[in-house]
Structures are given as C-alpha cells and as structure tokens.
C-alpha cells in the first residue's frame, strides 16, 4: 500500500472576505492534504483578525516577496484585488509554487501570456477559480453532453443577471478598466460563461453589445453577446448588475434534451433539471439523472481537483488553455462590443489593442450627468 501524498504547505495573499468565506473553510475540508503556513495582507489589522481566526501558527507577512522567500509555500491561494493578479501569481511560480488565483486571473491577455510564460519556466502551475465547474452536477452534465448521450446541442442561454448599488462601487478599484478590468463581463458573469464554454466546447464567433445605463464607472454595467460554437450551437450571454430579481442561469437544448441550471452563486444536484425531447423512452431518460452522491459547487471542490492534480504531477484544471480559453472570450465579447463588429477565436493576439486592454482602444464612457 503506497503511503498517503504529504500535506501541502500553503499561503494565503489577501485575507478579505473571499479568502476568509471560501479559501479558508475550503482548507479545513481538505486539512488532512493542506496545512495554511502563511498569511500576506498589506492591512496589520485586517492581518492579524484573520490569523485570530485561521490560528496563531500561521506567519502573518505584509510583503508577497518576504513571504515567499521565508516560507517557500507549495501551494497559494490569492484573493486580491485583480489588478494585483499578474504580479503575485508570477512570483509564486517564480518561487516554485502552485496558484489558485480568484476570477479573473489577470486582466488581458497579455497579462496571462507573462503568467504562461512563468508556468513555463518554473514547471508550476497557475489555475483560476472557476468553481461552478466542480459541481457534481456539473460534472454530470459535461459528461451527457460530451459523450453525445443528449444528441446535438443546438441553442443556448447563459445569464448572470444581478444587483451591485452604488455603495459597491464606492470600492476604488472596482469598475476601473486598469483595476478590475472591466465591468460585469469581467467579474459577475465569467463564472456562467465559463461553465457554458466547458459544457459547450470550443467557440467561433461573437457578436456583442455592451452599455454603462446606471453606475458611474469607467466600465460597463450590461453586456450581452451571440456566440456561435465549433459544433454549430448558437448561444446568448447576458451579463448584468442591474436587474431586481437576481439569478444565475444556464440552458441548453440538445436534439434530445434540454439541460438546465438554475441557481445565484452556487449550485448543488437538485439545481439541474433535463426534460427529455417527446421521442425519448423512460428508460432512457431515467439514466440521465444526476447521481445521488452531491457535491456542490465550491473553492472546496475545486480545491480538491487541483490537489489532486499537484499529487499526480500533472496540469491541474482551471488553468493552462481552460484559463485562457474564458479570458479570450471576455476579449473578444468586448471588442465585438466596442468595434461593432464579429470577432472570431483566435484573432486577438500581439498587436491587437483588446490583447493588451480588455477596452482596447475604446475611450471610457463620458461621466454620466446627474439629476
């Protein structure tokens, strides 16, 4: 019997309240494979309220480097604001680390070809948090549709219509271009769309608009686009922080079923439903349902599946062609949205002002007048 994988030694960078509502219980659940060795917040307050909470034993820094250099962590899990991403994330890979970075992992790709490049070097790996594809539901679903079992999928529908006031974007960094990167395409509906594309596969075409109606930001409040998919799928992506009534939603019609998902910020198996086409026997659609065994949607989920992957000594998902497959798709939404025009996988590369900046060459909106 070969003996259990060594804990791994892990830091924290940021210790807000996604490292402290997600990251950390995600660390207990999988205590047995983790140890939390170190905490980095530029805040000593904010710091030391978080090792009351984490425990005492965990080293409270206020630099990345003077962690990095005195712990040497195998693992670290960065919840920053995104403009600081890029940054952190190559210096943990320089250091010989493991990343699980939140959304968005950085803010162009540009940005993820220097994280790609670190990768490279190092012989670590940087994966982001995309957590709805953990879901045991998830999984299920990816499994009926990649395998054909659904027939064709045909037409889609993925939305993220929320609700943020003006007190959310009293935050200085939030809906900043150089700071967040963009508006809700960028930070609220990346999670749906990164589920449809893993569901879906591989895309080809994206025609989109994108407007600022309400808030007083650099960036957009409402976007929406039509997507074409390599196996000739059409979609729509809605993505909003304007609407009353918030959900989070994603349907697919196949040929012979349609799948959907209907959930706010996470989703367990009772959250999936499938209506079998009119030809499909009982029989048949009886086999689609989702096992039993639920594992909701989770940095705890996720975490695992990386853990996995460091104990393998392979790529773990969530990063490498997956990280950068969502990443372009959010270029490519803002450039169709901003130049007015398609815009195809693929075409946004080195010398493209939407490879460089998620606005590209788009000026930032006017301020609005007030009443």
């Known amino acids: 019997m070969s003996p259990a994988p060594a804990r791994r030694r892990v830091a924290v960078i940021g210790t807000g309240a996604i490292v402290t509502g997600s990251h950390l219980p995600a660390l207990r659940a999988h205590c047995d494979r983790t140890e939390l060795v170190a905490a980095v917040d530029v805040d000593p307050d904010r710091l030391d309220a978080f090792r009351e909470l984490a425990g005492e034993d965990v080293v409270g820094h206020t630099s990345v480097d003077a962690m990095l250099d005195a712990v040497r962590p195998d ?18 890979l320089k250091a010989g680390a493991w990343v699980l970075c939140e959304k968005p992992l950085c803010l162009s790709l540009a940005e993820y070809d220097d994280i790609a490049a670190a990768e490279e070097a190092s012989g670590a790996y940087a994966s982001v948090v995309f957590q709805h594809r953990y879901g045991s539901g998830a999984v299920h679903a ?14 889609a529908h993925c939305q993220t219509t929320w609700h943020r006031d003006t007190a959310y974007y009293a935050v200085p960094w939030r809906g900043r271009w150089s700071t967040e990167g963009g508006g809700p395409t960028m930070g609220h509906g990346i999670h749906q769309y990164d589920l449809l594309l893993h569901l879906l596969g591989p895309w080809t075409e994206v025609r989109a608009m994108a407007a600022r109606l309400v808030h ?10 039509l997507v074409r998919f390599d196996s000739g799928a059409l979609a729509t992506v809605v993505n909003s922080v304007l ?6 939603r994603i349907r697919v019609d196949c040929a012979d079923a349609t799948v959907e ?15 079998p086409a009119p ?24 975490l695992g599946a990386l853990l996995d992957a460091y104990d393998r000594g392979t790529r773990p998902p969530g990063s490498g062609p997956d990280a950068r497959g969502t990443l372009e798709f959010a270029a490519a939404l803002y450039k169709s949205a901003f130049t007015g025009h398609p815009v195809h996988a693929g075409e946004i590369g080195p010398g493209d002002p939407y490879y460089s900046a998620m606005h590209g060459d788009h000026p930032h909106w006017a301020p609005k007048e007030r009443a």
């Open 279 to 302: 030809h499909v026997t009982a029989e048949r659609f009886d086999a689609w349902r989702t096992p039993t065994a639920d594992v909701p949607s989770s940095h705890t989920a996720q």
């Open 243 to 248: 609407s009353p009534h918030e959900v989070s």
């Open 142 to 155: 990816r499994e009926l549709i990649a395998s054909g079992e659904l027939g064709a999928p045909r037409v």
């Open 75 to 92: 693992l670290v899990l960065i919840g920053t604001p995104p403009s600081l991403h890029r940054e952190q994330t190559v210096a943990a």
């Open 216 to 225: 007083d930001t650099e960036s957009e409040d409402v976007s929406t686009a």
């Open 261 to 275: 998902l209907t959930h706010l910020y996470g989703h367990r198996n009772e959250d999936w439903t499938y209506t």
